[in-house]
Nanobody
Framework: QVQLVESGGGLVQAGGSLRLSCAAS????????MGWFRQAPGKEREFVGL????????YYADSVKGRFTISRDNAKNTVDLQMNSLKPEDTAVYYC?????????????????WGQGTQVTVSS
């Protein structure tokens, strides 16, 4: 079992930055790959980015590439999502997720554990 808790959401103006954090407990953190997803009202939950178990590799959705950065600290059991140059279309509830096995990690179905989500609102 892995328990995940996100923090750091809020209201920001377009062009601004926010840093989300996800704290994990339970299963050895370094044994799971981590992903970030988001869900806007009336839309499907969509992939934002992922980081591998060691933190040596990341992958991002085209919509956030170059603006968002994922990092992790296995000693602290945390994974962060740094979001820069935010746009109104980035408004959503953001979720972190953990994957025990290396399935399709760009799909929500590739993850076994989810946090409760944190709201990010970008005003124009």
């Amino acid at each position: 079992q892995v328990q995940l808790v996100e923090s750091g959401g809020g209201l920001v103006q377009a062009g601004g930055s926010l840093r989300l954090s996800c704290a994990a407990s339970g299963r050895t953190f370094s044994s799971v790959a981590m992903g970030w997803f988001r869900q806007a009202p009336g839309k499907e939950r969509e992939f934002v980015g992922l980081i591998n178990r060691s933190g040596s590799s990341t992958y991002y959705a085209d919509s956030v590439k170059g603006r968002f950065t994922i990092s992790r600290d296995n000693a602290k059991n945390t994974v962060d999502l740094q979001m820069n140059s935010l746009k109104p279309e980035d408004t959503a509830v953001y979720y972190c997720a953990a994957a025990q096995t290396l399935g399709v990690l760009t799909s929500r179905y590739g993850y076994d554990y989810w946090g409760q989500g944190t709201q990010v609102t970008v005003s124009s």
